[in-house]
């Protein structure tokens, strides 16, 4: 055969790996390079192991109010760190096998190296070996941006914290996104003093300005401190281990750890792309179309290293579209419109569909739809947080164009009203179900 293989996936993260054994199933030969271990990002050093942490943080909470419920739950209750990492990272060697074995068994050959890119069919590995295939896949993914001042390198990113030896005492996070905000209210919960910094004057930019406002009243009401229109000016090591962080507009402050959380950049630096004609955009990321072919015929791409929505079902959707279009004979794109998201903050956020802002904006008469209540639990418990949902509907048609809420399990409760916006409902026949009673989930239902 003219080539090694059909397909050459360089990245066994989300989109990788479903990609491979997809095409697997449909016959092709296929090889996946990863450098580090399969699973990615997500799996690896992401949204799994975080989740599995902010189920962790979230027991600081529960704890307090089971005395409300009835428990007799010590003032002083031990928190054990290196109890919860290790398990975490236990859990994160299981699913590192079990994807391991899924490839596997698909008939896909993992080559456990870095592979470049030599030209439009050929990739070099690590030890030089050289290897041809008709077509070249790029699903590896994106890293975490590092802001460059003096003393940067005293900081660490997302990929570290998985991995302290401890909680420290102080934390100061730079940034203001869904990383910067779950990591906040983790850190917050495990007891250390959280500070956020961020360059411009908003948290969470494209969520419901009211929810994220909600978000960013409730995480003052809990101590956490936050530094607007603050840029790095430099981070001072002391001999204590201490780090001293002076920054524009703000007076300098001395903390314990110092985590960028200041966006993710695509993995091409160094990929050999300029050997196969791929061209990248002003942010690095590799330009593709529809179908995820790049500018290079035979080299397509998938996940955050396009950079169009860096989620992982995006790029779970984008190496299946991939793997069915080329091998399977399919004729499928993935939908980027009406995407659900969610942010693991304390409390938990989530959206799909248009903001308000976004509403008026595009349909000019909108009407909107909120309930600002007090979960049940959190009246008993004696905490005043509440919850806030809004509805966004197109005022000519009454469809529901978009559904916000910050509040206990609130992406567990989006992912089912995110079908329904998907699918155009009404507000009409949201309001003609029958509501769960007592749940939140039901103010979705009862909303004026």
Avoid at 317 to 334: I, K, T
Wanted: proline share 4%; charged share 20%.
């Amino acid at each position: 055969m003219p080539y090694d293989y059909d397909l050459f996936v360089i990245g066994a993260g989300s989109g990788g790996t479903r990609a491979s054994r997809v095409a697997a199933a449909h016959g092709a030969r296929v090889a996946v390079a990863e450098e580090y271990r399969v699973g990615g990002t997500c799996v690896i050093r992401g949204c799994v192991p975080k989740k599995l942490l902010i189920y962790g943080a979230h027991f600081a909470e529960d704890l307090r109010d089971a005395k409300k419920f009835g428990w007799d739950v010590p003032d002083a209750c031990h928190f054990d760190w290196p109890r919860l990492r290790d398990n975490v990272l236990a859990e994160v060697d299981r699913l590192n096998g079990a994807y391991t074995s899924t490839l596997t068994n698909a008939g896909v050959e993992i080559i456990d190296s870095r592979a470049v890119v030599t030209g439009p069919h050929s990739v070099r590995l690590a030890d030089g070996t050289e290897k041809t295939a008709e077509t070249i896949l790029l699903a590896v993914g994106a890293h975490p941006a590092i802001p460059h001042c003096p003393g940067h390198e005293h900081g660490i990113t997302s990929n570290e914290v998985f991995h302290l030896d401890a909680i420290p005492r102080r934390v100061l996070i730079a940034g203001a996104g869904y990383i910067a905000n779950e990591f906040a209210g983790m850190f917050h919960q495990f007891g250390a003093h959280v500070i956020l910094m961020n360059r411009s004057k908003d948290i969470l930019r494209g969520y419901e300005l009211a929810i994220r406002d909600r978000l960013l009243q409730i995480s003052l009401m809990k101590g956490l401190e936050f530094r607007f229109d603050a840029t790095f000016e430099g981070i001072e090591k002391h001999d204590d281990g201490s780090l001293t962080v002076s920054m524009a507009n703000h007076d300098p402050v001395t903390v314990d750890l110092v985590l960028f959380a200041t966006g993710r950049v695509p993995n091409t630096h160094g990929l050999g792309l300029d050997s196969a004609g791929v061209e990248l955009d002003d942010g690095g990321a590799v330009k593709v179309d529809d179908d995820n072919r790049s500018t290079c015929p035979s080299i397509y791409a998938v996940g955050d290293v396009t950079n169009r929505i860096q989620l992982t079902p995006i790029a779970i959707r984008e190496g299946q579209a991939f793997s069915d279009n080329l091998y399977g004979n399919g004729n499928c794109r993935v939908d980027y419109d009406c995407v659900p998201s969610a942010v693991f903050s304390h409390p938990p956020i989530a959206g799909v569909g248009l903001t308000e802002a976004q509403a008026r904006q595009k349909l000019g008469s909108v009407k909107v739809y909120s309930s600002d209540f007090r979960p049940m639990k959190n009246v008993l418990a004696g905490r005043d947080e509440r919850a806030l949902y809004k509805m966004i509907c197109n005022g000519e048609t009454d469809q529901v164009v978009g559904i916000h809420m910050i509040g206990p399990d609130a992406p567990e409760i989006l992912q089912g009203a995110a079908v329904a916006v998907k699918a155009g409902l009404t507000k009409a026949q949201f309001d003609a179900t029958v509501a769960i009673h007592p749940t939140m989930a039901e103010e979705l239902v009862l909303l004026k």
